[in-house]
């Protein structure tokens, strides 16, 4: 490979809330153990030379004062998405800066509902979905995901048409790829969604954040392009934070076509005086959507396709009474624990201490809107997710 994915670097005090807090209470790594950040979405590799190096190339110039999106931006935009998802059409002014794909979330739901008015959205559900509803002083109305026979999670049409009439509900946020189950939306399955958002007159925030992390076999299909409605209802949000590990740098966009939909999240958004982008975060997006950048997203994604494989077969093997589907993007797993809980009379806090007590630190599922869950992330190089697995089976699952 052209890029380093293997080497294990040092974030202590690095500004990282991934090495550097324990997500669960009166959780504690026992000496001997090192840590293995595998909880919060943050990926530990050194993000793509090209970023590093349009950043370095903008701090040559000393000055830093106010600015607006250049072409450049745009321009970089509209050239990822024809190329990575075969978007065509879309212009500069459908795109517009987001201070996060959450930010975006806010501002839609303030400007097409009131508070006290509910919301649909699927089950697991991204915990940031959460938190963003209730603090805006929405109701959240759930539809389960279930899963098939061939253990492929998959969408209630019938439960999402349902809870939309009996709650006379006009605005559903839908999560393509999903976080947390990692699943990729096939194209029949995302017309099948929009068609019920269509005969309940809902708009739709489609939340597209991972959408570049797709593991091999797979394809991701934009919301927006599976039907003239869907383009018009639906408000796209899109960032590379994500894709290149990003997130301390801040900024996302929006795709909206239809202006009636773009000037209310517009107004919304801007009531703040605050939803502006930082000149460096618009150098780093020019720099990742560049050719160079596309090459390294191709190795991460065969890294990351390695890995989900690895540590997928090893607790279907290894870890009995443990349950899991197999992602198809992003790079979290999402474990169901329960029927080891109940064999071993374990609780889930226990379980969940166990597993940090022996350095692996994950995160506790059931935020997400399911019982007896871990989440656990997998883009750390491969030395660490084989050492993370054997601990596990070692010390946790299978302890004598």
Known sequence: MRYDFTSIIDRQGKDSIAVDVIPFPDARIQEGFSKIPMWVADMNYATAPSIQKAIAERLEHPAFGYFNPSDAYYDSIIRWQAER???EGIRKEDIGYENGVLGC???AVQAFTAP?????LHAPTYVGFTDTMENNGRKIVLSDLKWDKQGIWRMDYEDMDKKIRENHIHFAVFCSPHNPSGRVWEREEIEAAMEVYARNDCVVVSDEIWSDLILAGHTHIPTQSVSADARKRTIAVYAPSKTFNLAGLVGSYHIIYESYLRDKVRKQAGLTHYNSMNVLSMYALIGAYQPEGARWVDELCQVLTENVDYAYDYICTHFDGVELAKPQGTYMLYLDCEKWCRAHDTDMDDLIRAGIGVGVIWQDGRPFNKPYTI??????????????MERLDRYVFNKI
């Open 375 to 388: 989440r656990m992330n997998l883009a750390v190089p491969h030395s660490l997710v084989a050492e993370a």
């Open 105 to 107: 979330v806010a501002a």
């Open 85 to 87: 998802h075969g978007v």
């Open 116 to 120: 006290g008015e509910p919301v649909l």
